[in-house]
């Protein structure tokens, strides 16, 4: 079957770094997503990984590693706002999205 | 980036009654479209994708007579909760695609609230 595995809640410091996981088994694969959501909206797309590596964008950069099956997204200089739930989500060989159940990040001053 | 529109953004129904929730893709044209529940707490559910001028493909435990889904052009997909009942509200979301292996950009979601 296909599973997509992240933890279900983590807290950090308002200013610190955060890194959240994700480990993935997949019929195939065309791709990695993270997306943000917020309590009560739409998901909102963050990265996208298909190679090998670290892809950054400002505060928040994302790695693959498709031998390992796993992926992180590490969040710098975490705001206040950025209290949300991050979601994983595997393109597999049928270009169908695989979703992760979400970690849900908290903030603390 | 691109944008998906969908609406309403929230619809409180009678029970017995039938809801449309419109999603539009207003800067590209959309290859495929996505359906998503999402009770609280939960995860996102995919509920059925839907290509351009053919039939929605059902996940698993959706009933397609219930939720009718009808992809009219490529930049317009409507889903429409027929007979809704208080089991049926839920967070109901849309997503659209320029290609298959590109990024989904996902409409502001429907609340719906069945009473």
């Known amino acids: 079957g296909q599973n997509i595995d992240q933890p279900t809640e983590m807290t950090a410091t308002e200013g610190a770094i955060v890194q959240i996981n994700c480990t993935y088994q997949?019929?195939?694969?065309?791709?990695l997503f993270w997306y943000q959501q917020h309590a009560g909206e739409a998901p909102t797309f963050l990265s996208y990984?298909?190679l090998d590596g670290l892809e950054e964008k400002g505060r928040f950069s994302s790695f693959l590693s498709r031998s390992k099956g796993y992926s992180y997204l590490l969040l710098k200089e975490l705001q206040m706002k950025d209290s949300a739930s991050y979601l994983c989500?595997?393109?597999?060989?049928?270009?169908?999205?695989?979703w992760g159940a979400g970690t849900k990040l908290i903030i603390k001053p | 980036g691109a944008v998906v529109s969908q609406h309403p953004s929230w619809v409180i129904c009678k029970s017995g009654t039938s809801v449309k929730i419109e999603c539009r893709s207003l800067?590209?044209?959309?290859?495929?479209m996505f359906w998503y529940r999402q009770f609280p707490k939960q995860s996102l559910m995919l509920m059925a994708t839907?290509?351009?001028?053919?039939?929605?493909?059902?996940e698993q435990g959706v009933e397609k007579d219930k939720f009718l889904i009808n992809h009219a052009s490529l930049t317009l997909s409507t889903l429409t909760v027929t007979s809704a009942h208080p089991e049926d509200s839920s967070f109901y979301i849309c997503?659209?695609?320029?290609?298959?292996?590109?990024?989904?950009?996902f409409g502001q979601g429907t609340r719906l609230t069945v009473v």
């Open positions: 800067d590209f044209q959309a290859t495929t």
């Open positions: 990984n298909v």
């Open positions: 997503s659209a695609t320029r290609d298959r292996d590109t990024e989904a950009f």
């Open positions: 997949t019929s195939g694969f065309n791709g």
């Open positions: 989500a595997v393109m597999d060989s049928n270009y169908q999205l695989i």
């Open positions: 839907s290509n351009e001028g053919s039939k929605a493909t059902y």
